[in-house]
């Protein structure tokens, strides 16, 4: 399967600062990523999909303008969390979909920490 | 809207002994896949098995095998011969036909192997 790497691993900041995160395919050409947000203790929730060289698409109730995310190359994709605020504090997990369907590979997490 | 049930937060085994993990999901799709994913401690979404809806054979990888009644629709895990490895945190996902390859989770089972 695909080798999936995020940078960094984890990340503190101070409110109100913007936090880049990267999620890298380092062995396949990824046309298709996602990005979820994981709270503690909880499920993984899917914040958005990223196709590659288009806009990505948001689920409901995640603000596109907060959360930025550019798929400028078939192996990068980026996530900026905007103006983080404690609440944004969460592990941020990246995935890449795979030549078939059912096949999605998954990316170590972030664990961003807003103080 | 999908959704995807694990009523059981937490179970524990012992080693050597079998277990399982019980999913139901909703869905009016006639075709998509289910997954079963183990979080371990360091995070890492690692891919346990999954399966085709459209195949009535139980999918089976080593100790993991599944249960998966479409009628009902049920998709539980069984490990057999437990091991302390095992122990993790156990999504149970759904991907519909026509989501873009996004997964949608399970609360999540938190999986204790004993001595």
């Known amino acids: 399967g695909a080798v999936v790497s995020q940078h960094p691993s984890r990340v503190i900041c101070k409110s109100g600062t913007s936090v880049k995160i990267e999620c890298r395919s380092l062995?396949?050409?990824?046309?298709?990523m996602f990005w979820y947000r994981q709270f503690p203790k909880q499920s993984l929730m899917l914040m958005a999909t990223s196709n590659e060289g288009s806009k990505a698409t948001y689920e409901q109730g995640v603000e596109k303008d907060k959360f930025l995310i550019n798929h400028a190359s078939l192996t990068l994709s980026t996530l900026t969390v905007t103006s983080a605020h404690p609440e944004d504090s969460s592990f941020y997990i990246c995935s890449v979909q795979g030549d078939h369907i059912n096949e999605q590979f998954f990316g170590p997490g972030t664990r961003l920490t807003v103080l | 809207a999908q959704t995807v049930t694990q009523s059981q937060p937490e179970m524990s085994v012992q080693e050597a002994e079998t277990v399982t993990l019980s999913c139901t999901y909703d869905?009016?799709?006639?075709?998509?896949?289910l997954f079963w994913y183990k979080q371990p401690p360091s995070r890492q979404m690692i891919l346990v098995i999954r399966q085709e809806a459209y195949k009535q054979q139980n999918a089976t990888e080593n100790r993991f095998s599944v249960n998966f009644q479409k009628a009902a629709k049920s998709f539980s895990l069984k490990i057999s011969d437990s091991q302390l490895g095992d122990t993790a945190m156990y999504f149970c996902?759904?991907?519909?036909?026509?989501?873009?390859?996004?997964?949608?989770f399970g609360k999540g089972t938190s999986l204790l192997v004993t001595p």
């Open positions: 996902a759904f991907m519909p036909p026509n989501s873009g390859y996004a997964l949608n």
């Open positions: 062995d396949f050409q990824a046309t298709t």
């Open positions: 869905t009016s799709e006639n075709n998509y896949y």
